[in-house]
């Protein structure tokens, strides 16, 4: 028997007419529960909230949900739903939604309590107002059994073929093989802890060394266990697209089988109409995209294999005239896998987090790289307002032509301009810590947000980007706020020197950047971790544990995995330059030293190599130096903001056949997820020890994480940056026939505490 969710239901049955995301304010979801609470409040005693429902179809099909609020007294079932601003501008479309939803739960209760008929009603709750519009009607349980059947025998059919494919799925899965026959070494140990945490409903942190094969030895044994942990859906989810299509590669090298596998892309790269807005009046995609939906989506579900690739996906999108986009989004109910980036499993407002508690799915998840999760991490729980996007927002043509929106922008810069002059006496005037928002500054953030939310209602076809722009980086703020604890810290900001050609802030308004910087991600992303049935964290470079399992939030009972190299010391020859130091001060002074070794490697083994800098401005000094002193050395160099198919080019240099150093900046595009195994890549520079610059903001975080953890130094800056030397080294040994040299250039290598951090199988030549 198929078991689906009432929502799931009806927006599969009831959905008809246009795209429409047209601006307009919505709550948020705690906005929402305190609305439900208060409608519930009002209700008196007897009232019962979150009322458990569930109901059959034909023995097929099990329904379930739980209904907003139930009156006995008054024989009324209410669907309650919060909004903001005005509610005569709902679309038609919804407001069907949510009286089939509202008539589903009444079957549901009608034939629970055995109850003849029955009132329903739509309330709607006003945040902003806290008024309540109440839409009514009656009906006997003989009439909402009609509608019931109805819905259901429209979505019977779709749901045995997903109980077929599903039971397909399953058989196919108990029966694959490792597409390669046997595992890779190391490869074997991976892939067994994945598939026992899978089983065990775990959380497993796995460090596995470069070129084992890590992506098909997570997701193959993740496979394996689906059937068996009755999984739903698995995520395979990565910091960049190398990672994401590396998983498509090895999905697509298993036996042809039932599996759905659905590549997941940002909206700007699969909109066809970027110049145009998502709603029918605008883009032919958009309208009448829900009527269109049913056939796109048994198009995509009939195909023999279903790799939905974003290419695949908009060649079958324009055949039925629907959104690229929007048809993979609901194409994510029905896939089996689903490959996309972090955020959107573990950002506040993520799509697959929301559709896992919605739906109630069993998930297995995979974090490639999850050494990228801390910072990734860090930045979606990070928020910033800066005097500049408020001065676009006061200039606006809105803010021109609506004296209250002006006014309150007025009122906030007042408010965030006395901020920087109660700056206490002595106080550095480019950085300054908070102990929180001050009162009177959150107040004026509040009612501006407010104000902003009230134009949006009253105006929803008067488009202004300036004025959005601020209203979404102001209510990430107000968001991150609610939940502000240890975890962040509430600073302003003000940069020494400005960008040639950039605007500066006005004088007379604030000229500080308002930032709540998230450090510590770990509560947020343990709340995300636990709503997963299992989760495999897995990167060549996830040591020390302690400190990753601390800032990811993994439970207490999680488990670690450190897989053992399948390379041998003899591969790779290791050399650490004790004589240079590339420490700020004495950069000048490396650059003869770091070319005169380079130029020898290159002279006694000539191939090709990549040469890593802590920054553009090193690189740019170093690349000078190499082409002055020896003219006739191939080299090619990482710069500023390099596309995507600049980045193809810089990696074509490395052939087989080919000879030159590149140079790249650590931490960057060229520094991990790149594979250039043999001839292609024999040797690595590494001219920087790879930590973050010491400045105001990380001295604070050192601050912060020597109280919560005892190790200031070594979280902020030692083990962030030897994880970066490592991944970059980690590019020149990628199989077991490999051979290479790595130069680790700075005297700080020869130090215990830093050699600890490096692989246990390198084995270091002395400084000489």
Not at 234 to 259: H, V, Y
Not at 295 to 323: G, I, K, N, S, Y
Not at 448 to 477: G, K, R, V
Not at 727 to 736: E, K, N
Request: overall charge positive; aromatic content about 8%.
């Amino acid at each position: 028997m198929y078991t689906v969710a009432v929502r799931e239901l009806c927006e599969f049955t009831a959905k008809q007419g246009d795209l429409d995301l047209r601006f307009t304010p919505a709550p948020t979801a705690q906005e929402g529960m305190q609305g439900h609470a208060a409608v519930a409040a009002l209700r008196g005693s007897g009232y019962q909230s979150e009322l458990s429902l569930s109901g059959e179809y034909r023995g097929l099909l099990r329904v379930r949900g739980r209904a907003d609020g139930y009156d006995p007294r008054r024989g009324r079932l209410e669907e309650i739903k919060t909004h903001k601003g005005h509610l005569e501008r709902q679309p038609a479309s919804h407001r069907a939604l949510h009286w089939a939803q509202a008539r589903i739960y009444g079957w549901l209760l009608c034939a629970q309590q055995s109850l003849p008929r029955l009132e329903l009603a739509l309330v709607y709750y006003d945040i902003g107002s806290q008024r309540e519009t109440v839409f009514t009607e009656a009906h006997s349980a003989a009439e909402l059994q009609a509608f019931f059947e109805a819905q259901c025998e429209r979505f019977v059919h779709w749901a045995q073929a997903q109980l077929a494919q599903r039971a397909a799925r399953d058989a196919a899965l108990q029966a694959l093989r490792f597409p390669f026959g046997e595992f890779r070494s190391g490869q074997r140990v991976l892939a067994e802890g994945v598939y026992k945490s899978a089983r065990a409903g775990r959380c497993l942190l796995a460090q596995a060394p470069t070129g084992i094969g890590k992506t098909l030895g997570t997701l193959f044994p993740l496979l394996k266990a689906a059937p068996v942990a009755q999984l739903d859906k698995l995520f395979f989810l990565a910091a960049k697209t190398s990672g994401r299509q590396l998983a498509l590669d090895a999905l697509q090298r298993l036996p042809a089988s039932p599996l759905r596998v659905l590549e997941l892309v940002a909206r700007d790269k699969a909109c066809e109409y970027p110049d145009r807005a998502c709603h029918g009046e605008s883009c032919p995609l958009a309208r009448g995209f829900y009527d269109r939906l049913p056939a796109a989506r048994a198009a995509a579900c009939a195909l023999p294999r279903a790799d939905w690739t974003q290419a695949a996906l908009r060649t079958l999108a324009l055949e039925h005239q629907v959104c690229p986009y929007y048809l993979s989004q609901e194409l994510a109910r029905w896939a089996d896998v689903l490959v996309g980036d972090y955020n959107y499993f573990f950002d506040l407002g993520a799509l697959l987090q929301g559709l896992s508690q919605a739906n109630q799915w069993k998930v297995g998840l995979l974090v490639d790289e999850a050494h990228n999760l801390v910072e990734r991490a860090r930045k979606m729980y990070s928020a910033a307002l800066e005097p500049l996007s408020l001065e676009g927002a006061r200039r606006s043509p809105s803010a021109q032509a609506h004296a209250p929106l002006k006014r309150a922008l007025d009122k906030l810069r007042r408010a965030w301009a006395q901020l920087d002059q109660e700056a206490p006496e002595g106080s550095s005037s480019e950085y300054r810590v908070l102990d929180a928002l001050p009162e009177a500054l959150l107040k004026s953030l509040q009612q501006c947000s407010a104000t902003l939310n009230e134009h949006f209602s009253e105006h929803p076809a008067e488009p202004d980007p300036a004025l959005q722009s601020f209203y979404f980086e102001l209510l990430q703020l107000l968001r991150l706020a609610e939940l502000l604890d240890s975890h962040s810290i509430v600073d302003c900001t003000r940069e020494r020197r400005l960008d040639a050609g950039r605007a500066r802030p006005k004088s007379g308004g604030p000229q500080s950047t308002l930032n709540l910087r998230n450090i510590v991600p770990a509560p947020f992303l343990k709340q995300r971790l636990a709503t997963a049935h299992s989760a495999t964290l897995f990167s060549a470079t996830l040591q020390p544990m302690d400190y990753y399992a601390h800032l990811l939030g993994l439970p207490e009972d999680g488990l670690r995995l450190e897989v053992d190299s399948p390379f041998e010391a003899r591969q790779l020859q290791v050399h650490v330059a004790g004589h240079i130091s590339t420490r700020y001060a004495h950069r000048e002074a490396s650059l003869d030293a770091i070319v005169a070794l380079m130029a020898r490697q290159y002279a006694e083994q000539p191939g090709n190599y990549l040469a890593f800098f802590s920054s553009y401005d090193y690189l740019q000094q170093a690349l000078a130096r190499l082409q002055a002193q020896h003219p006739t050395l191939p080299c090619w160099a990482q710069s500023r903001r390099m596309g995507e198919a600049e980045q193809r080019e810089f990696l074509a240099r490395f052939s087989d056949s080919s000879q030159g150093i590149g140079f790249a900046v650590l931490g960057g595009a060229f520094s991990e997820g790149i594979d250039l195994p043999g001839r292609r890549l024999i040797g690595a520079f590494v001219a920087t020890l790879g930590l973050p610059q010491i400045n105001p903001i990380n001295e604070q975080i050192r601050t912060r994480m020597q109280q919560r953890f005892g190790a200031g130094y070594d979280y902020t800056y030692l083990y962030p940056g030897l994880q970066k030397v490592v991944q970059a080294a980690g590019r020149v040994i990628r199989t077991v026939s490999d051979q290479g040299v790595v130069h680790l250039m700075d005297d700080r290598y020869a130090r215990r505490e830093v050699q600890a951090l490096l692989p246990a199988w390198w084995r270091l030549q002395p400084p000489h």
